[in-house]
């Protein structure tokens, strides 16, 4: 897990080593154990470690013949590239494989990968800069098209604070943010920056895009007839396999326990290949019959014998901290378990360094509820994903967002291919954008702010071949998603009680927002950006009544947006508290 940067501009042009030491500087949070940097011609890359395997040797920049390579994230199979290839390592990190597959295969080098990775090659030999980002999005990698060529960086940040791009809003994936929480596809909130869509392979060359590839996340075709005992095993043996790969570290790792089905999985295939307790951490609330899931996972920990400890997560700390969480979130995604999922980042980073979680086992095994009405015909009540906004109805905005659902319609086309289900199709969509640009993000702004790598075994190459075409049967039934998750849980780990009605995770924002609105809705209508979208006095009415659930949401979705832009786009830096920082001038 590192930060990733470099340059590729036109002609002659040198790259500056100044603008070279401010991408560094501005990602040091990612890699705090080193730096490293390759300059050659007009092309640099930069590197910031946070060292997880090969601790004495796997220092960036690798280099092998006239190639060099920077790297972000773990190549999992990294052992068995080497044998399997026959591949000469000078090193032990899981990054130099791919290196040398690059010089035999090229472009097609990423096809082999199993991880989690952002990549970039320089090879002299051809004047290339290739990028390539694993599939599913696990490892962010942004690009800027500049008039002396192209830069990149592992967060939007990185190229803004280093003077390569203004921060100036798309408003069409500010709608988004507003109305959706995230925002879709390669163009991010920021003009100009761009995301290396996941499974995409860029090839650059005197500062132009030659080519650009796509390796899929998911496989095609339609469900394929199968027994529930074919499908247990299949799982099974991917699950197995993904857990033990993901565990590869020469540093302590542990991971994140919810009450429910997904991380319980992970928390018992673990148990069973570990011979010492795992460390699990819970997050807990401090506020009375919030629906956290303290009892649960400490009953799945004691039985599976892990070393547990919940993380109260206390509404002072979150007005204490929430704008250096909110800042974290460069490329914006207003999910509120960015709060939870931070302070667990922090008092895990002080026992680990590596962290396995949950992500992935809804979109692939179909557990939302969304994907129930989406299996439905229209005429029984079923619908598309998405279609109501957080604004809608409110009465807030100076105008009604419009476009903001073009994104994942685009999407929705794109992923209706040929033989897939409706449940399929829904969760395509969801691995096409909701996954990389919320879940994953959060996960790995709130990790990395902290110095820790996160983990998900779920989002593997090897279980999406096992578990994505399954019939509808075996993963909707009975009015239940995950059913295949949860008959393996059945059989394997009882204690998770896995056909037990699913208990909602919420964070209390309304809560806490309602009991300081007063207090915060003033504060929030008179920043600058929230001036520009939204008219005051109905923003300070919307907090006063933000107990409400979808008041509490669109309360929560501005008081989001006013920190962030705030940080990321006015350029003031966190200090002092929630209140403090949005009343300072």
Request: neutral net charge.
């Amino acid at each position: 897990m590192c930060g990733i940067a470099g340059l590729s501009l036109h002609g002659r042009a040198v790259p500056d080593a100044a603008l070279l030491q401010r991408l560094t500087d501005a990602l040091a949070h990612r890699g705090p154990d080193g730096a490293g940097h390759h300059v050659a011609a007009n092309v640099a890359l930069a590197h910031t470690r946070l060292a997880i395997i090969d601790l004495a040797g796997g220092d960036q920049p690798l280099f092998a013949g006239p190639a060099a390579l920077v790297g972000n994230g773990e190549v999992y199979n990294y052992r068995e590239l080497r044998t399997e290839n026959q591949l000469l390592c000078a090193t032990g990190s899981d990054c130099e494989p791919p290196l040398h597959l690059f010089r035999r295969d090229g472009l097609a080098f990423a096809e082999r990968l199993r991880g989690m990775y952002a990549l970039a090659v320089h090879d002299r030999a051809t004047r290339q800069v290739v990028l390539a980002r694993d599939p599913f999005g696990i490892k962010p990698l942004y690009t800027a098209e500049l008039p002396g060529g192209i830069a990149f960086a592992s967060e939007p940040q990185a190229l803004i604070g280093a003077g390569l791009v203004a921060p100036r809003l798309r408003p069409e994936a500010r709608a988004e943010l507003l109305q959706m929480q995230f925002t879709t596809g390669a163009e991010t909130i920021f003009e100009g920056i761009r995301r290396v869509l996941p499974g995409e392979t860029i090839a650059i060359s005197e500062g132009k895009v030659l080519e650009r590839r796509r390796r899929a996340a998911l496989p095609e075709g339609g469900p394929v007839a199968t027994t529930e005992a074919e499908a247990l095993a299949r799982f099974e043996a991917a699950f197995r396999s993904s857990v033990e790969l993901h565990q590869r570290s020469d540093v302590p790792y542990g991971m994140f326990l919810s009450g429910g089905t997904d991380s319980a999985a992970v928390l018992a295939m673990m148990a069973r290949l570990n011979e010492a307790p795992v460390r699990a951490f819970t997050a807990g609330f401090d506020i009375p019959g919030a629906a956290d899931e303290r009892e649960r996972a400490a009953t799945l920990a004691r039985a599976a014998g892990a070393r547990h400890e919940t993380v109260m997560v206390g509404e002072a700390d979150v007005w204490r901290h929430l704008p250096e969480i909110v800042a974290a979130m460069d490329d914006p995604a207003a999910d509120y378990a960015i709060i939870p999922t931070w302070f667990l980042a922090r008092r895990a980073r002080q026992a680990v360094k590596v962290v396995l979680s949950g992500e992935g086992g809804d979109e692939l095994l179909g557990g939302y509820g969304r994907y129930r009405a989406a299996m439905r015909p229209w005429w029984l009540g079923g619908k598309a994903p998405r279609t109501r906004g957080a604004f809608d109805r409110l009465d807030v905005l100076r105008a009604a967002p419009t476009g903001w659902r073009d994104g994942i319609a685009a999407a929705e086309a794109a992923v209706a291919l040929p033989g897939r289900t409706r449940l399929m199709a829904a969760q395509a969509l969801d691995v096409a954008d909701w996954l990389p640009n919320d879940l994953l993000i959060k996960l790995d702004r709130c990790l990395m702010a902290h110095g820790a790598e996160g983990r998900t075994p779920f989002l593997d190459s090897a279980v999406a071949e096992a578990v994505f075409r399954l019939p509808d049967g075996l993963k909707v039934r009975k009015g239940a998603g995950k059913w295949l998750l949860r008959e393996w849980l059945a059989r394997n780990f009882p204690a998770a009680e896995p056909h037990r009605p699913k208990q909602g995770f919420t964070v209390p924002v309304g809560a806490w927002i309602g009991a300081r609105g007063e207090q915060l809705g003033p504060l929030v209508a008179a920043q600058p950006g929230v001036m520009e979208i939204a008219r005051p006095e109905k923003v300070v009415a919307l907090f006063k009544a933000a107990a409400g659930k979808r008041e509490g949401f669109a309360a929560w979705h501005l008081l989001f947006y006013a920190l962030w832009h705030r940080r990321h786009v006015e350029g003031v830096m966190p200090e002092g508290d929630t209140f403090a920082y949005l009343a300072a001038r």
